[in-house]
């Protein structure tokens, strides 16, 4: 079962996104702050991590950035409400893998999963 790791601020829409996802077969879990994630990545395997740019404390960028420095390579779809050409770009360049505008059509969202996980990026 392929696991993802949502990182969102919204605790509703992570609640609502893990189960629309385990209900499709993949193993999710979440956190609302990228760097309460790292411990949880540091024990775990994780194939995916959805991933919102603006949070509080520590953005998407930071979360991008921090995974560089630690170098974990992780496939990485930026899920988020600000979405622009600009970050679209720069988490790209950062290493994400995509990116989808929120509100998130789920059937569009789960489309890009199984492309980003598919693909040997």
Do not use: W
Not at 13 to 35: I, R
Not at 107 to 116: A, F, Q, S
């Amino acid at each position: 079962m392929e696991s993802i790791l949502i990182i969102d601020d919204d605790i509703n829409l992570c609640s609502v996104l893990k189960e629309e996802l385990a209900e499709v077969g993949y193993d999710v879990e979440y956190f609302n702050n990228g760097f309460y994630a790292f411990d949880y990545i540091a024990k775990n395997p994780v194939d995916l991590m959805l991933l919102d740019l603006k949070m509080p404390e520590h953005d998407g960028f930071d979360v991008l950035q921090e995974l560089e420095k630690r170098n974990q390579r992780m496939k990485v779809i930026v899920l988020t409400g600000y979405a622009d050409v600009k970050s679209a770009i720069d988490s790209a360049k950062m290493g994400a893998n995509d990116f989808i505008s929120k509100p998130y059509d789920f059937d569009e969202l789960l489309i890009t999963i199984r492309k980003v996980l598919q693909s040997d990026v």
